[in-house]
């Protein structure tokens, strides 16, 4: 969803492939994607695309993938050179439906049509800077030689979670573990004393920058859960006026 509309993205979907381009990580965004896959009660996968661009580093590309995308299953696909793309395959055999999802030029239109094996959706070049134009402005649901489908989504310039806190402990695995440790049960990881997470970041054990992802998508979430109550004790009120 956008901030002016909570505009529906698929639905029916049994794994959600996060395309994350190889060439642009955006750690954030990512935490931010995976919560919301989470919540919607689908596998999330997350497809580090382009690979080939990075020039033999993609050990330690998805080894940074994997620390904020913990518990979840990564994978480096190139649709130009072919590699990782039976893997994909897999995760979508008869009867199940999946998903691209991420932003502009990061390759879903391109990964599904070397899915399937020709050219079923249109794409568009790459600038100079490596980053991808905005091609697809519709979903498509295109089925896969193995039985499966996929479904293309557009690229989404900007993601709000609708979410609950299961699905933030979810993404933020680590940060959970960690608050178990605090003195106080109800610690927000901000000042208290026997904080263990605040430790933990003192230490060098999780990144700070991690943490201050964890307090935004917190922010938005009580944001949101405001928001909805007020709009039910409104219709509420109406109900009896």
């Not at 990580?25 to 999330?44: F, H, I, M, Q």
């Not at 568009?124 to 499966?148: I, K, Q």
């Not at 402990?169 to 959970?176: H, P, S, W, Y």
Request: aromatic share 2%.
């Amino acid at each position: 969803p956008t901030r002016r509309s909570s505009d529906l993205i698929a639905a029916n979907v049994d794994v959600v492939l996060v395309c994350a381009p190889a060439h642009s990580l955006n750690a954030r965004r990512l935490e931010r994607e995976l919560t919301v896959v989470w919540e919607s009660g689908a596998t999330p996968v997350v497809v580090v695309t382009k690979s080939d661009l990075l020039h033999g580093d993609v050990a330690d590309t998805l080894d940074e993938v994997r620390s904020v995308a913990i518990g979840v299953d990564v994978l480096a696909v190139s649709s130009y050179d072919r590699d990782g793309l039976d893997e994909v395959r897999a995760l979508m055999p008869p009867g199940v439906t999946g998903a691209a999802i991420g932003p502009s030029g990061a390759g879903k239109s391109t990964l599904v049509n070397a899915l399937v094996g020709h050219e079923v959706l249109a794409t568009t070049a790459v600038r100079s800077d490596n980053r991808g134009v905005h091609t697809t402005s519709a979903r498509h649901l295109v089925p896969l030689p193995g039985g499966g489908l996929v479904l293309d989504t557009p690229g989404m310039r900007e993601l709000v979670i609708w979410a609950d806190d299961d699905a933030l402990e979810a993404t933020f695995v680590d940060v959970d573990a960690l608050a178990s440790g605090c003195r106080f049960s109800d610690c927000s990881h901000h000042a208290e004393p026997g904080c263990a997470v605040l430790a933990a970041v003192e230490s060098g054990e999780l990144d700070e920058d991690r943490l201050e992802s964890w307090r935004k998508l917190q922010r938005e979430l009580a944001h949101l859960a405001r928001k909805q109550d007020a709009r039910l004790a409104a219709e509420e009120r109406k109900r009896w006026a």
